[in-house]
């Protein structure tokens, strides 16, 4: 083999190293946390930047024919420190900026406008990045010690680029696959019934920024210490548009699929059409053809095949616990047991009596229109209470405001003592005021085990330090949330297919995963929002039983249902709201002889 191709190949290597890393780093962002950052290829640049300020000796060298701040002479391996502590860095006022709204169009139209400002920032300032002419003479790692133009170099630098990129894999591997990495699923798969369970979506997002844009930035380092040149031109905003179709295309939320995508598309596809005569067509019409391709290769794929060429692993949990809750298996240390399920947080039975949630005159105002308009309630403590009215009365909305999922323009509302009007919807489900939704809201991409455990408060592998520790510091905790899922799958009938997609179940049978997955939250009081809709009548009148053993046992229910025989048989007392307004509370029997709300809602 020639020594020209030998060269290619540890090129190739490097190359291929550089494109791993970032790909991962878009992966854990885009495929697994479901963050469209569209500006992602700013990370990579200020990455880049940072490392050759830092490698590079004072600007009035070399004849003083570059302008830029810094320029401290660093020996290896800090630039390459620098540039990813730095990628990290620059993520943090995205999160202050954006805050709770970093989701979807949003943060994909913001963070792109960042990265075409900070293009045209860094092109035309030439006092701190030098303009257009960017950075050049870069000094390569250790070319004091050894000669960057040998081939040893060339293939050392590429391997150890590979292993900068191994170790990205492992690392990222290591938190997707931990109830942390669960946790980031379900944020993707869905926000706001995540932020219900408890989860802090702000934290979780600029954990996962931050840790992106590291990888963006080591990528970035190890690239400009390769070329020794820095030109803003090559790190514009289309260049993500090549990251996520190597992403896409590779599979997304799969990191194998992020490997393989970046072999493909950033590394393969572009290096291949380097091989087409330059005499074809006009001056550009290869570069412009590169991009039509690989516009027309993510379309295909988001068309043909949306899950990628390696697509993301069904995670099959129940079945690798099985045979694990005995004893110590797979780094699990010592015997697993399941706590009861109630009463709720563990605690004993809580006696009737006292109210445990109570509002003062709360309003929801959506533009002038108050869908609650001044509604005192008291919900008591022990009790399956229920709450009718008739379609657009305000019921789902008042349910939201209690969760923390609608603000409320005035009145306040009171959890065990406390004022948690202002209160986040996260904390409030920490501390034991979970709600379920009107429409199914299973988390789609997660097996029905996984939607169940992703609900279990205080596990120790559910945060990004915990989830670093790895299996034997949550592994324990794992098996037995598995076990109490066990138990609840076989209450509702649902065991047979703990390991299926929960988007793949019926309506009816999506709807029982919402009710054991809040079940799972522990929580102190459960806000169900048209729990038996879709449900067969057997089936409903069992999971009413079922939750007045709850109650019995500690737990608070508020209920909103529109099947009147449901709630003749399993509430008391039972509110009725109509135009946002408290009309009558009591049971049904009494209800029925309420003028007004025969009238409102009981007529037929």
């Known amino acids: 083999m020639s020594q020209a191709t030998l060269f290619y190949l540890a090129n190739l290597l490097t190359y291929g190293a550089v494109d791993v890393i970032a790909c991962l780093g878009l992966s854990m962002q885009f495929g697994v946390a479901g963050i469209s950052n569209f500006g992602y290829i700013l990370f990579q640049a200020a990455g880049a930047y940072t490392a050759a300020i830092l490698a590079l000796p004072p600007d009035t060298a070399n004849g003083g024919f570059q302008k830029y701040i810094g320029g401290w002479g660093l020996p290896f391996p800090v630039p390459l420190i620098g540039a990813a502590v730095v990628g990290g860095l620059i993520a943090l006022p995205f999160t202050l900026l954006v805050g709770r709204r970093l989701t979807g169009h949003v943060a994909a139209i913001g963070l792109l406008v960042t990265a075409v400002m900070f293009n045209l920032l860094v092109t035309n300032f030439v006092p701190l990045f030098n303009g257009a002419a960017g950075l050049s003479l870069v000094p390569q790692p250790l070319q004091n010690v050894f000669n960057p133009q040998s081939q040893t170099y060339q293939w050392v630098y590429g391997a150890g680029a590979a292993l900068l990129a191994l170790g990205t894999y492992f690392l990222f591997r290591r938190i997707t696959e931990s109830p942390y990495g669960r946790s980031l699923r379900a944020m993707r798969d869905n926000g706001q019934v995540a932020d219900s369970l408890g989860k802090d979506l702000l934290s979780m997002r600029t954990a996962m920024l931050v840790l992106g844009g590291m990888a963006a930035g080591l990528s970035g380092g190890v ?217 199914a809201s299973e988390f789609k991409r997660l097996t029905v085990v996984e939607n169940l455990i992703s609900a279990v408060p205080g596990q120790r592998g559910d945060t990004f330090r915990g989830s670093l520790r790895g299996r034997r510091y949550w592994g324990r905790e794992e098996l037995a949330a598995i076990e109490r899922a066990r138990e609840l799958m076989e209450r509702f009938g649902l065991i047979e297919y703990a390991d299926t997609y929960a988007g793949n179940l019926s309506g009816g049978q999506r709807r029982l995963v919402e009710i054991m997955r809040a079940l799972m939250a522990e929580p102190r009081l459960l806000l169900l929002d048209e729990p038996m809709a879709g449900i067969h009548p057997s089936l409903a009148r069992k999971i009413g039983a079922n939750l007045q053993q709850l109650c019995a046992e500690g737990m608070t229910i508020l209920l909103v249902e529109h099947e009147l025989a449901f709630m003749d048989e399993f509430c008391d007392p039972v509110t009725v709201l109509a135009e946002g307004r408290i009309l009558a509370e009591g049971t049904m029997v009494e209800l029925r002889r309420h003028a007004e709300v025969v009238e409102a809602y009981l007529v037929g």
Not at 408 to 422: L, M, N, P, S
């Open 223 to 439: 690239l400009v210490g390769f070329i020794t040149l820095w030109d803003p031109g090559a790190w514009g905003y289309a260049e993500t548009i090549v990251l996520f179709a190597a992403v896409i295309i590779g599979g997304s939320g799969n990191h194998k699929g992020a490997v393989l995508g970046a072999l493909l598309v950033p590394l393969g596809f572009e290096e291949a059409s380097r091989f087409i005569p330059s005499s074809l067509g006009p001056p550009g019409m290869i570069p412009a053809l590169q991009w039509v391709a690989i516009g027309l290769l993510i379309v295909g794929f988001l068309w043909f095949r949306p899950q990628g060429v390696i697509p993301e692993p069904r995670r099959k949990v129940f079945a690798w616990a099985q045979g694990r809750l005995a004893g110590p298996r797979d780094g699990v240390a010592g015997p697993v047991t399941s706590p009861a399920m109630s009463p709720p947080a563990g605690e004993a039975a809580t006696p009737r009596g006292g109210a445990i949630l109570s509002t003062e005159g709360v309003v929801v105002d959506f533009g002038g229109v108050k869908a609650v308009d001044g509604v005192s309630l008291s919900v008591q403590r022990g009790r399956l209470s229920g709450l009718i009215g008739p379609n657009g009365a305000g019921k789902s909305t008042l349910l939201a405001a209690l969760a923390g999922s609608v603000r409320v323009a005035e009145g306040r509302i009171y959890f065990e003592g406390q004022d948690v009007t202002q209160m986040p919807t996260y904390l409030r489900a920490r501390a034991g005021l979970v709600r379920t939704f009107q429409l």
